[in-house]
Protein backbone atom coordinates (compact mmCIF):
# COMPACT_ATOMS: atom_id res chain seq x y z
CA UNK A 1 0.00 0.00 0.00
CA UNK A 2 2.85 2.45 0.93
CA UNK A 3 4.52 1.95 -2.65
CA UNK A 4 0.98 2.52 -4.71
CA UNK A 5 0.31 5.25 -2.39
CA UNK A 6 3.94 7.17 -3.16
CA UNK A 7 2.84 6.08 -6.82
CA UNK A 8 -0.14 8.38 -6.25
CA UNK A 9 1.34 11.24 -4.61
CA UNK A 10 4.53 11.71 -7.95
CA UNK A 11 1.58 11.16 -10.15
CA UNK A 12 1.24 14.89 -12.20
CA UNK A 13 -1.79 13.43 -13.36
CA UNK A 14 -3.48 12.80 -10.09
CA UNK A 15 -5.65 15.94 -8.72
CA UNK A 16 -3.80 17.78 -5.91
CA UNK A 17 -7.47 18.15 -3.97
CA UNK A 18 -7.68 14.41 -4.27
CA UNK A 19 -4.11 14.29 -2.68
CA UNK A 20 -5.00 16.80 0.28
CA UNK A 21 -8.29 14.89 0.86
CA UNK A 22 -6.75 11.10 1.44
CA UNK A 23 -4.44 13.16 4.35
CA UNK A 24 -7.02 14.89 6.28
CA UNK A 25 -8.34 12.05 8.33
CA UNK A 26 -4.50 11.54 9.38
CA UNK A 27 -3.99 15.20 9.94
CA UNK A 28 -6.80 15.08 12.19
CA UNK A 29 -5.30 12.42 14.12
CA UNK A 30 -2.09 14.51 14.35
CA UNK A 31 -3.58 17.49 15.70
CA UNK A 32 -4.50 18.47 19.15
CA UNK A 33 -8.36 19.42 18.10
CA UNK A 34 -10.84 16.83 18.56
CA UNK A 35 -14.55 16.82 18.37
CA UNK A 36 -14.20 14.55 21.41
CA UNK A 37 -11.73 14.59 23.93
CA UNK A 38 -9.34 12.04 24.33
CA UNK A 39 -9.08 11.73 28.22
CA UNK A 40 -12.62 10.36 27.99
CA UNK A 41 -11.78 6.37 27.97
CA UNK A 42 -12.47 4.53 24.91
CA UNK A 43 -15.01 7.34 23.48
CA UNK A 44 -12.52 9.72 23.20
CA UNK A 45 -10.56 7.35 21.08
CA UNK A 46 -13.42 6.19 19.16
CA UNK A 47 -13.31 9.35 16.66
CA UNK A 48 -9.57 9.05 15.74
CA UNK A 49 -10.40 5.55 15.26
CA UNK A 50 -13.00 6.22 12.39
CA UNK A 51 -10.97 8.81 11.42
CA UNK A 52 -7.90 6.07 10.35
CA UNK A 53 -10.70 3.92 8.81
CA UNK A 54 -11.95 6.71 6.62
CA UNK A 55 -8.13 7.86 5.74
CA UNK A 56 -7.05 4.22 4.87
CA UNK A 57 -10.37 3.59 2.69
CA UNK A 58 -9.60 6.64 0.73
CA UNK A 59 -6.20 5.73 0.07
CA UNK A 60 -7.28 2.43 -1.18
CA UNK A 61 -10.15 4.35 -3.23
CA UNK A 62 -7.57 6.48 -5.39
CA UNK A 63 -4.80 4.46 -5.65
CA UNK A 64 -6.52 1.72 -7.04
CA UNK A 65 -5.20 2.34 -10.40
CA UNK A 66 -2.14 1.86 -9.29
CA UNK A 67 -2.54 -1.57 -8.26
CA UNK A 68 -2.56 -5.32 -10.21
CA UNK A 69 -6.07 -5.73 -10.39
CA UNK A 70 -6.84 -9.38 -12.07
CA UNK A 71 -9.45 -8.99 -14.69
CA UNK A 72 -12.53 -11.55 -15.80
CA UNK A 73 -10.19 -12.80 -18.44
CA UNK A 74 -7.07 -13.79 -15.61
CA UNK A 75 -4.79 -11.24 -16.72
CA UNK A 76 -4.16 -7.96 -14.65
CA UNK A 77 -5.87 -5.05 -15.96
CA UNK A 78 -2.83 -2.70 -15.81
CA UNK A 79 -1.06 -4.75 -18.89
CA UNK A 80 0.28 -2.53 -21.32
CA UNK A 81 -1.13 -4.23 -24.38
CA UNK A 82 -4.66 -5.07 -22.64
CA UNK A 83 -7.09 -2.33 -23.40
CA UNK A 84 -10.41 -2.79 -21.02
CA UNK A 85 -13.77 -0.67 -21.59
CA UNK A 86 -17.35 -0.04 -22.04
CA UNK A 87 -18.55 -0.38 -26.03
CA UNK A 88 -21.92 0.77 -27.40
CA UNK A 89 -22.82 -0.40 -31.48
CA UNK A 90 -23.78 3.29 -33.13
CA UNK A 91 -26.21 1.96 -35.97
Do not use: C
Not at 49 to 65: C, D
Request: net charge positive; glycine share 4%; proline share 8%.
Amino acid sequence: MLRHTWQFLKDPRAPLIKKIVAFLPFLYVLLPIDLRPDWFPVIGWFDDAIAIIIGISLLLWFTRSYRKIPSKTGQNSTDEKTVEGKYRIIK
